[in-house]
């Protein structure tokens, strides 16, 4: 009785964390479009760099806003609508890889950001957006690396991998009759 207690407050917290990040990512989302709007105003009498340092200003803080909203979304999702337990290495994999994708996406599109506003601004600088430029491709790789390790745990729990998938037709709201072909031991994604 306590635990399933405190298993539903834990979900309660997930749910109140990943509400949280929803609600930072829309604030996000203003400010990415007051920079947005800055740079493009036609009644500023900004020069042509200002504008465009505005609105790179404004796509950076609109990547952390999409990275934060993928979380917030992550988190309810994983944690709070699926309760998901990560002792099967596929729920891993996907969790992780849900939020690896955003990261390396984001630090890529900063870097690019970074690049562009720094060769207009202070060339100086320049090595430091390369390095999140690398950072990201490393974090890039050593996903897959993480994938491709992990595909070798997969195989010896096939039944954790079908369990996964019913889950997420489940939750996707597919039709039920794939669940009593995993039952006959079949792979629905195979068809008949």
């Known amino acids: 009785m306590f635990f399933r207690k405190l298993h539903r407050a834990i979900e309660i917290g997930h749910l109140i964390i990943g509400l949280v990040f929803v609600l930072c990512a829309l604030a996000l989302l203003i400010f990415a479009l007051l920079r947005l709007w ?3 105003d036609p009644f500023a009498a900004d020069d042509v760099t ?4 505005e609105i790179l200003s404004g796509i950076a803080i609109l990547t952390i806003a ?3 909203l993928e979380l917030g979304q992550t988190i309810v999702e994983e944690e709070v609508q699926r309760a998901t337990v990560m002792s099967a290495p596929t729920r891993v994999r996907r969790f992780l890889s849900r939020f690896m994708v955003v990261l ?3 630090l890529s599109i900063e870097a690019l950001v970074n690049v562009f506003q720094f ?4 060339p100086a600088m320049l090595p430091q957006a390369a390095l999140v430029g690398f950072m990201a491709a490393v974090l890039l790789a050593a996903w897959g690396l993480f994938v491709r390790l992990n595909q ?10 079908q369990r ?5 037709r489940r939750v996707a709201g597919e039709d039920l009759d794939t669940g009593s072909q995993e039952a006959k031991g ?3 994604d195979q068809g008949p």
């Not at 200002?50 to 340092?53: F, I, K, L, M, P």
């Not at 996964?164 to 997420?168: I, K």
């Open 38 to 40: 800055t740079g493009i």
């Open 186 to 188: 079949e792979d629905p």
């Open 66 to 68: 999409l990275a934060t």
């Open 164 to 168: 996964v998938r019913a889950e997420d």
């Open 104 to 106: 390396v996406v984001a």
């Open 119 to 122: 060769s207009h601004t202070d």
């Open 152 to 161: 070798g745990a997969e195989r010896m729990e096939p039944e954790a991998l």
């Open 50 to 53: 200002g504008r465009v340092d």
